[in-house]
Nanobody, 122 residues
Framework: QVPLVESGGGFVQAGGSLRLSCSASRQIFSSYAFGWFRQAPGKEREFVGAISWSGNTTFYADSVKGRFAISRDNAKNTMYLYMNNLKPEDTAVYYC???????????????WGQGTQVTVSS
C-alpha cells in the first residue's frame, strides 16, 4: 500500500494553474511534515517546496517562489500544491513526501507517493 497518494496532475497551457493534492493516513499526516519534489525526463529529482508539521511555515525553491504555494488541511489529512503561472519548464512528475518534523526542508523524507504527471504546453 502506497503511504501517500498524489492527485490533480494533468495537461495545462503556459500561464495556467493546477492544484495537486497529497493524501495520507491520519497516522502519517499527524506525525510528519511534508514536501513536494519533481522530476523531469532525463533530470534528477529536485526540491519544489515544503511545509512544516504545524503548517505555519513554508519554504520554496527559487524556481517556483511566488508562483507555487503549499498548504495542509489537517481535517482532511491532505496537503496541497497550488501552482500558478505555470511554465513549460514546470513539466515533470510531481511527488509528495513525508519527512521527520525536525529534519531540514530537503532531507529526512521517509514516505513517498507514486507521483502525478504535470505537463505544461507553450
Amino acid at each position: 500500500q502506497v503511504p501517500l497518494v498524489e492527485s490533480g496532475g494533468g495537461f495545462v497551457q503556459a500561464g495556467g494553474s493546477l492544484r495537486l493534492s497529497c493524501s495520507a493516513s491520519r497516522q502519517i499526516f499527524s506525525s510528519y511534515a511534508f514536501g513536494w519534489f519533481r522530476q523531469a525526463p532525463g533530470k534528477e529529482r529536485e526540491f519544489v517546496g515544503a511545509i512544516s508539521w504545524s503548517g505555519n511555515t513554508t519554504f520554496y525553491a527559487d524556481s517556483v517562489k511566488g508562483r507555487f504555494a503549499i498548504s495542509r488541511d489537517n481535517a482532511k489529512n491532505t496537503m496541497y500544491l497550488y501552482m500558478n503561472n505555470l511554465k513549460p519548464e514546470d513539466t515533470a512528475v510531481y511527488y509528495c513526501g513525508a519527512r521527520f518534523p525536525a529534519s531540514s526542508w530537503y532531507t529526512g523524507y521517509v514516505y513517498w507517493g507514486q507521483g502525478t504527471q504535470v505537463t505544461v504546453s507553450s
